[in-house]
């Protein structure tokens, strides 16, 4: 399980995040959504350890998190570090390689994924023979690879259209279905609604609504949701 407890990360006068605290456990996925500079990102840092909070302290599985946890995370950052000129097949193998994982292991989990995902593609393809949604499942799955326990994805829907924005949501449930435990950022409400257990909107780095996503549709509708996401 996931537990964040109190916690607060400023940056001189401005206050990224403010007294944030959950729990996630195994098998769920939690949506955390927010405008531009609402603290998304910033919670993800803390999480992996990038930063460090002023207040407030991150557990998993009831211990603080450190820096021994990071090959059960698997993290796909906003800002995407692909290498356009190595094919699908090298370019995945390096980066399980990097988590420890054998070649051998890998080889069957990219075929799983790139199926999972309809990556348009050949393995051997050069990266950048393939358009930029499909660029985006291949470092999706360079993720995945070393089976983390944790998934961390920032704003893994953006710019990707309805179709494969679905074919993302069903790879995400497929996580769950896996045990692993998911947080993913969003300014779209339509991608929590559909998949996530728990929601965290957030605001200029405050907790403006938490809860179970079934419980927070029931109490205010969608709209006033969708509302109070703008
Ligand atoms: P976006 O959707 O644009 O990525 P976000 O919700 O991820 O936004 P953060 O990047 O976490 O927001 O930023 C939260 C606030 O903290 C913003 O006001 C931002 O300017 C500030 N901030 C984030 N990182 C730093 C930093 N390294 N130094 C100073 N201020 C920072």
């Not at 729990?23 to 769920?28: L, P, R, S």
């Not at 348009?120 to 470092?139: A, E, F, I, M, P």
């Not at 779209?188 to 957030?202: A, G, R, S």
């Amino acid at each position: 399980m996931l537990e964040f407890k109190n916690v607060t990360k400023t940056f001189g006068d401005v206050t990224a995040v403010q007294d944030l605290s959950f729990k996630i456990e195994e098998g769920q996925i939690m949506g955390l959504i927010g405008q531009n500079g609402a603290g998304k990102t910033t919670t993800f840092r803390l999480l992996l350890k990038f930063l460090r909070a002023n207040e407030g302290q991150i557990f998993w599985n009831g211990q603080e998190i450190s820096a021994d946890d990071y090959n059960i995370i698997g993290y796909l950052p906003e800002e995407r570090g692909l290498y356009p000129k190595l094919s699908i097949r090298d370019q995945l193998i390096f980066f399980a390689e990097l988590k420890g994982k054998k070649r051998k292991d890998i080889e069957p989990k990219i075929d799983y994924w790139m199926e999972k995902f309809q990556v348009k593609g050949n393995k051997k393809d050069k990266l950048k023979k393939l358009s930029k949604g499909n660029q985006q499942k291949v470092q999706l799955i360079a993720t995945l690879l070393h089976d983390p326990k944790l998934v961390i994805l920032d704003e893994p829907f953006s710019g990707l259209d309805p179709v494969n924005a679905g074919i993302l949501q069903d790879g995400i449930l497929e996580l769950k279905k896996q045990g692993a435990c998911v947080i993913f950022s969003s300014h779209n409400m339509n991608n929590v609604e559909q998949i996530c257990d728990h929601l965290i909107m957030l605001k200029s780095g405050q907790t403006v609504l938490k809860g179970k996503v079934s419980e927070i549709r029931r109490s205010f509708g969608r709209t006033r949701i969708f509302l109070e996401s703008d």
